[in-house]
């Protein structure tokens, strides 16, 4: 395993606490459906992630997630790209987190406020 992966939950909160936006990438029948969302998020007793994305519940996500509610997420901070030192020798700095989960609908105001 790389030794630049980490699953603690500090590691992990402190990486999600300084990305903007996450990619929520939702099944299409044989592709893949990704797009940019906005997100709040919660650490349970269990270390477990809670992750909060809010949208309109007639659009192309909902009802693909309505079909099938297992999601993957991607966000990243801190992307920097590195000087190359020949040509096709470029890369990047950059923390990132992948996740995958199954996504269900909150409908009760209390459980719907404004997540940090």
């Known amino acids: ?15 999600m606490a300084h990305c ?4 929520l990438g939702v099944q299409d029948g044989e592709s893949v ?10 650490l349970d007793e269990q270390q477990h992630f809670h992750l909060y994305f809010h949208g309109n519940a007639a659009g192309q996500r909902a009802r693909l997630m309505q079909a099938n509610p297992h999601v993957g997420v991607e966000m990243e901070s801190d992307y920097q790209l590195l000087p190359a030192p020949q040509d096709s020798a470029f ?12 996504v269900k ?9 404004c997540m940090p």
């Not at 903007?20 to 990619?23: G, S």
Request: hydrophobic fraction near 40%; glycine fraction near 6%.
């Open 33 to 42: 459906y990704v797009v940019p969302v906005h997100f709040g998020y919660e």
């Open 1 to 15: 395993m790389r030794d630049d992966i980490y699953f603690d939950p500090m590691t992990v909160e402190w990486v």
């Open 105 to 113: 609908e909150l409908t009760d105001a209390r459980l719907t406020r």
């Open 20 to 23: 903007d936006i996450a990619r």
């Open 91 to 102: 890369s990047a700095r950059f923390r990132s987190l992948i996740g995958k989960g199954t």
